[in-house]
């Protein structure tokens, strides 16, 4: 059971588009972090959101969490090439106790320049 | 410092053959662990260590899989009698500790790991 769903599956858009991925689950996590992920290399944390509502900014993305914590969103302005990857998100169960995440199930994301 | 450390990178081997994949994790990391990520899709978590104690093995997919850790340190992910199924990327990450959640996880790069 893939508890972490991300939408869409793949982008393939031009150099200046804007995006939006989606992590949506039916359940509530205490926190929620997103990776990037290039060829041949293991994934990269970009940010961690803990506060239901919270909204992150990291340059030219923004990461919002759901005020339920159950869903994410990660905004990208302006795609550039250099963004291109496979994006995910992971969350860890609400009332856990330790650092087990459960990982979504990807977006890869390609920026045509 | 030194990041995550997976050796090899690449592993070309027979269907049958036993495979032992090693980890060693950013000094001073008490927790470790292992995923598997098939082409282009999410990391699916085999196993994750507390020190040298493996608290949750939840996700290795059959016995055929284990996995050890010694000295606080290096683990080794072991598959038995390898199935054409176990080709994948195997990752390892390290986090300072086990608890409380929401802490980052630092990746190797993976193993490839091609079963012919």
């Known amino acids: 059971t893939q508890l972490l769903e991300q939408s869409p599956q793949f982008l393939s858009i031009q150099e200046g588009e804007n995006l939006t991925v989606y992590c949506n689950s039916s359940?509530?996590?205490?926190?929620l972090q997103w990776y990037r992920q290039e060829p041949g290399e293991g994934p990269v944390l970009l940010v961690t959101?803990?506060?239901?509502?919270e909204v992150k900014k990291l340059k030219r993305l923004t990461f919002q969490f759901g005020d339920a914590r159950k869903d994410s969103s990660l905004h990208i302005t302006a795609a550039q090439p250099g963004d291109t990857g496979l994006y995910l998100c992971?969350?860890?169960?609400?009332?856990?106790?330790?650092?087990?995440?459960?990982f979504g199930t990807g977006t890869l994301l390609a920026v045509q320049p | 410092g030194a990041g995550v450390s997976q050796s090899p990178s690449n592993k070309v081997t027979e269907k049958g053959k036993d495979v032992e994949l090693r980890c060693d994790p950013i000094s001073g990391h008490t927790a470790l662990y292992w995923y598997r990520q098939r082409l282009g899709q999410g990391l699916e978590f085999l196993i994750y260590?507390?020190?040298?104690?493996?608290?949750?093995k939840s996700g290795l997919p059959s016995d055929r899989f284990s996995a050890e850790r010694t000295g606080e340190s290096v683990s080794t992910l072991t598959i038995q009698r390898t199935q054409q199924e176990d080709s994948a990327v195997y990752l390892c990450?390290?986090?300072?500790?086990?608890?409380?959640?929401?802490?980052?996880?630092?990746f190797g790069d993976g193993t490839r790991l091609s079963i012919l």
């Open positions: 990450a390290s986090s300072l500790a086990w608890t409380p959640p929401g802490q980052p996880q630092h």
């Open positions: 359940s509530v996590f205490s926190s």
């Open positions: 260590f507390q020190g040298n104690s493996a608290p949750d």
């Open positions: 959101v803990v506060t239901g509502g």
């Open positions: 992971a969350g860890d169960r609400y009332g856990g106790a330790t650092n087990k995440l459960i």
